[in-house]
């Protein structure tokens, strides 16, 4: 019997979990190692959009022994938009010092989809899926799966000047709302 390649043992995963009529997007080009977000459709509910990096694992980083991040962003909205520009983050930070720990800002610098003027993403901790299916096994690493959120620019300095656990469990913030009004005080 053949064992599958990591590539297939997560999109197994995935599909498990968000089904299997998710649209592929290639982001590396051939000459690069593959990486790639899958987007699912009305996921977890009509509307939305949930998608799943893969290639983020694959990278050479100081640090990063047994378990490996890839990133899954999750918004009310139907833009695929939102999904490549996680995909573009990747390929943008490789071969730089980002981990994509949690609290970590990744600023993409410019409006990521018509429908908002977000601009940058909230790496933290993954609220869109159930505990059991944050880790995934493959034959040749550990994946744990971080979320991204996306945030304005005006509330970058914002989250640096109160903390990031206080930005998102404090305030009553709905991160799914790609276009709710920015949070720039506690009110």
Known sequence: MTKSKPVEQYLEHIEAIAGDNGEYFQISD????????????NVPEQGCLTAFSFGLS?????????????????VDSEDVAWAIAMG????????????????EILDFRTAISEESEMSAFLCFECTVLAKEDLT??????TIFLSQ?????????DFIQSIGVERF??????DFFD??????????
């Open 58 to 74: 694959s990278a050479s980083v100081v640090g990063w022994t047994s378990i490996r991040p890839e990133l899954v962003i999750s």
């Open 30 to 41: 051939s000459s690069e190692s593959l990486l790639a977000v899958v987007s699912y459709a």
């Open 168 to 173: 998102f469990y404090d305030l009553n913030i």
């Open 88 to 103: 573009e983050l990747i390929r943008n930070a490789k071969g730089r010092e980002h981990v994509f720990s949690w609290g």
């Open 148 to 156: 991204i959120y996306p945030i304005y620019e005006e509330e970058i």
């Open 136 to 141: 995934v096994k493959l034959a040749d690493r």
């Open 178 to 187: 790609v276009k709710r009004d920015r949070v720039i005080s506690a009110a």
